[in-house]
């Protein structure tokens, strides 16, 4: 699919205008604050390293493991922070992704009724 110049600059503006929103900003630094936390590292240092354990050896031990770091880490203030400002900001990211899926829409829309009209006028 061929899209226009026009289009694309509408969608580097759309992703522009993401990263100007609140909920970027916001979930932005809830990352920083959860990846910067001295309590929280080693939580997602321990909870990555069992989940690549787990998923080599996949056995109840190593499950109850990493059910236990999950939790912890789940249940953690700064990580609930950061998933609750990353599902607002996913939730305006749709919206913006219809916007571009509708624009691309038209735009294809539009060449089909350009091709249409040339094919009228030659019958």
């Given at each position: 699919m061929k899209i226009s110049i026009d289009v694309m600059e509408?969608?580097?503006?759309?992703?522009?205008?993401i990263k100007k929103t609140e909920e970027y900003k916001e979930t932005k630094d809830a990352l920083l604050r959860l990846y910067s936390d001295e309590?929280?590292?080693?939580?997602i240092r321990e909870f990555n390293e069992l989940k690549d354990i787990y998923?080599?050896?996949p056995t109840k031990s190593n499950a109850?493991?990493?059910?236990?770091?999950k939790t912890e880490l789940y249940n953690n203030p700064l990580y609930k922070d950061y998933i609750q400002k990353l599902n607002t900001?996913?939730?305006?990211i749709k919206k913006k992704?219809?916007?571009i899926n509708n624009?691309?829409?038209?735009?294809?829309?539009k060449k089909l009724l350009i091709?249409?009209?040339?094919?009228d006028k030659k019958n």
């Open positions: 509408n969608i580097y503006k759309l992703i522009d205008d309590l929280v590292k080693p939580l998923e080599k050896y109850s493991k990493l059910s236990k770091v900001y996913n939730s305006e992704e219809e916007k624009a691309l829409f038209n735009e294809e829309l091709l249409e009209c040339k094919h």
